[in-house]
C-alpha cells in the first residue's frame, strides 16, 4: 500500500531532520502547517515515570506529545531540551522534537501508516531483515510468544521495533533522541 500525501509529510525522510529542534522552530510548525492542523490544540502534556510523582507532579511536565494515530498512523514526542543528548538549543525548558511512533499494529493494510520507515524498514519485514535494514544486530532483544521488541541503544536516536512474533511483523516503530544521564 502507497501512503497518502498526507502520511508522508510524518515519514521518516522528513522527521528525521526535525529531532532535535524546538517544537516552535519554523520547520517542526511546518510538519502540520501543510496539513492544516494546529499543533498547539493537539499538544498534551504528559505525566509518566518520576514525572507522575511528588513532587514533580506539582510541576508543569517536561514531556509532552502530539498523538495523530486516528488520521495519520504517528505520534510525535518532545521534552525538554535538558533531558536530551542532540536537542539543538542551549535552552533547557525548551521542548524538542524528541521522538516518532509509526504504528503498523492494524489487520488492515489501509490503517498502518504506509510512509518510509527508518533504515528502510518494511511493514512486512521479519527481524531479520530488519537487522540487516539496521546493520547491526539489536543491543536488547525480549521476544516472547505473540510479541515482543528489539532495540538499538547503540545510536542517536535509538531505535525500538514492537514485533509480532506470531505474525512476523514490525507493530510499531519508534525511533528517540537518548537521554541525558542524570548526574
Known sequence: MSATKDQQNFSWSRVRELFGLPYRDSRVQDLFADLRLDPDALWRELRVGIYSMPPYDQQPSPIAEIDLIPSYH????????RLLVSAKTESPKVFVMAAVTYFLESQKPKDRFAGDLPFGIGAADSLEKIAQ???????????????GYVLWEDRDPRLHVLFSTRENRPLRVNVFLAEKEED
Open 74 to 81: 504517528v505520534r510525535l514526542r518532545f521534552k525538554h531540551a
Open 133 to 147: 535494514r539496521a546493520g547491526a544486530p539489536p543491543t536488547t532483544q525480549d521476544l516472547g510468544d505473540e510479541d
